[in-house]
C-alpha cells in the first residue's frame, strides 16, 4: 500500500540554523513525489517536486530510491519558513496523491 | 498560479440535512479534482478522486452513498455530504489537478453538523 511518513510533527530551530523535515515513503511503482506548504492561514501550495530539481526559496529535496525518502532541506532557516510541510506521493500519472501527516516547522527568532 | 475556488468555506447544518460544498478552478480546466478531508492536528485523508463526466473514485472505508461526488463540468466538481450527522463534522478541502501533475487546493469548507 501506498505510504508517506513524515516522523515529526513539529519541529523548532533558530533562525539562521539548519532545517531538515524527513519523509519516507512506500510505493510499489515508480513515484513522484512532492513537498506542499500551509502557511498561517492559507491554503496548501506546492513548493517544489522532485523532478524539477529546483530549489525553491532555499529548500531543495533529494530523491533518494535506496532509502525511499525525500527530505526537504534548508541551509538557513528564515522565520518566514514558519509553517506546515506536507510530503505527498502520487503515481506517474498523477491519479491518485497521498499525504503524509505533516510536520510543522517553528523557525525561532 | 492556478485559482481553485471551494464553496462555503463554513457550514453549519442540523442532523439528517444534506450539504453541498462546490469546488471549482477559476483559469484551468480540471479533469481530475481530488477531495480530502482533515481532521484536527491530522493529514489530509484523500477521500475520491473526481473525474469529469464518470463517476468518482472512492478510497476504502469511504461511504459513496454518504459523500456523493459529482463533476459534470471541467471546472466544476461537487461533494455532498448526505443526511449528515455529528461525526461528519470536519474540514473538507478539494484540489484540481493541472495536466503537469500539480495540484491546486481550494481553502477548504469546515462543516459543523449540530
Known amino acids: 500500500a501506498q505510504r508517506v511518513t513524515q516522523p515529526e510533527k513539529l519541529l523548532s530551530v533558530f533562525k539562521g540554523a539548519p532545517v531538515e523535515l524527513k519523509c519516507n515513503y512506500s510505493y510499489s511503482g515508480s513515484p513522484e513525489l512532492f513537498w506542499y506548504v500551509q502557511y498561517s492561514r492559507q491554503r496548501l501550495q506546492l513548493l517544489l517536486r522532485?523532478?524539477s530539481r529546483e530549489s525553491i526559496k532555499g529548500f531543495t529535496a533529494d530523491l533518494n530510491k535506496g532509502e525511499t525518502s525525500f527530505h526537504l532541506k534548508k541551509p538557513f532557516a528564515q522565520e518566514e519558513d514558519s509553517a506546515m510541510y506536507y510530503c505527498a506521493l502520487s503515481g506517474q500519472n498523477f491519479n491518485k496523491f497521498y499525504f503524509g501527516s505533516g510536520t510543522k516547522l517553528n523557525v525561532k527568532p | 498560479g492556478a485559482v481553485v475556488s471551494q464553496h462555503p468555506s463554513r457550514v453549519i447544518c442540523k442532523s439528517g440535512t444534506s450539504v453541498k460544498i462546490e469546488c471549482r478552478s477559476l483559469d484551468f480546466q480540471a479533469t481530475t479534482m481530488f477531495w480530502y478531508r482533515q481532521f484536527p492536528k491530522q493529514s489530509l485523508m484523500l477521500m475520491a478522486t473526481?473525474?469529469?463526466?464518470?463517476?468518482?473514485?472512492?478510497e476504502q472505508g469511504v461511504e459513496k452513498d454518504k459523500f456523493l461526488i459529482n463533476h459534470a463540468s471541467l471546472t466544476l466538481s461537487t461533494l455532498t455530504v448526505t443526511s449528515a450527522h455529528p461525526e461528519d463534522s470536519s474540514f473538507y478541502i478539494c484540489s484540481a489537478r493541472q495536466n503537469t501533475g500539480e495540484l491546486f487546493f481550494g481553502e477548504g469548507s469546515r462543516l459543523t453538523v449540530l
Open positions: 473526481s473525474n469529469e463526466g464518470s463517476k468518482a473514485t472512492y
Open positions: 522532485h523532478i
